[in-house]
């Protein structure tokens, strides 16, 4: 089996576009369609053509352009089952724990709830790819509109059990504020100092900050690491449960 091809794009102000080839079979799925424009013309630099679309939930930034797509291409439209009604051109529902092929790659879907009610999470198990979107970010996680903390605490553990080597594709390069927020949660870690220089000098640059790591965010990520005693300890929340602890985090990055 041949690896995957992968192209990364920025769409709209701060989206990140994927695009992900398979060699074999000449499938090729657009990570959600944030730009219709933007995505046909990375497929059309790339030679391929759109076969699927991938959406993660429901958010205009994530699916203005399925229907473009779809009248250009006839491209399938995947998504998740608890926001059916609110993706445009959808064709087929996931809900969590489902697996599909792409290709003879096998996608395993996660339900992430915490940024959205339904938002998932595709998981390229023999490929360790994990496309995220909003729910788990370089040094962040996505803001809370329609669960609340303890549910998206629950659903970044989720992602975080998956294999340490995971590449994660993430939906925004929002990764210098976060890493600015990071440090003031966490200023002590020194893996996340060094980060956080590396991540000043690409953005100075204009280079991208994905993908990223499972093994580094729970290194670094302030989101994914409410059970640690130095960032309890500068919280003040030693007796906290991690739920609360995450909350206090998402708080006080909500209003950095």
Not at 188 to 206: G, T, V
Request: glycine fraction near 6%; include cysteine.
């Amino acid at each position: 089996m041949k690896p995957l091809d992968l192209d990364v794009f920025l769409c709209r102000s701060d989206n990140f576009g994927v695009l992900v080839h398979d060699p074999e079979t000449g499938l090729t799925a657009s990570i959600d369609a944030p730009d219709a424009d933007a995505v046909e013309k990375a497929a059309s630099r790339r030679g391929w053509t759109i076969s699927h679309i991938f959406t993660t939930h429901h958010h205009t930034d994530h699916v203005e352009g399925n229907l473009a797509l779809k009248e250009q291409y006839g491209c399938e439209i995947i998504g998740p089952v608890n926001e059916a009604v609110a993706i445009p051109g959808l064709d087929k529902t996931m809900a969590d724990g489902d697996t599909f092929l792409f290709g003879d790659h096998t996608v395993a879907v996660i339900e992430t709830p915490g940024h959205t009610a339904g938002h998932i999470c595709y998981h390229f198990v023999d490929d360790k790819l994990l496309f995220a979107a909003d729910t788990l970010f370089a040094l962040g996680c996505g803001r809370l509109f329609e669960r609340p903390a303890a549910d998206m605490w629950h659903s970044l553990q989720k992602l975080a059990v998956l294999p340490d080597e995971t590449a994660v594709y993430f939906g925004h390069e929002y990764t210098l504020s976060n890493a600015r927020f990071a440090l003031t949660i966490d200023p002590d870690n020194q893996r996340l100092i060094s980060r956080a220089a590396e991540i000043e000098a690409l953005r100075a640059e204009n280079k991208f900050t994905i993908p990223t790591t499972l093994a580094l965010e729970k290194e670094t990520n302030p989101f994914l690491r409410a059970a640690d005693p130095a960032i309890r300890r500068n919280l003040l929340m030693e007796t906290k449960t991690n739920e609360e602890v995450f909350a206090e985090i998402r708080r006080r990055k909500d209003n950095f």
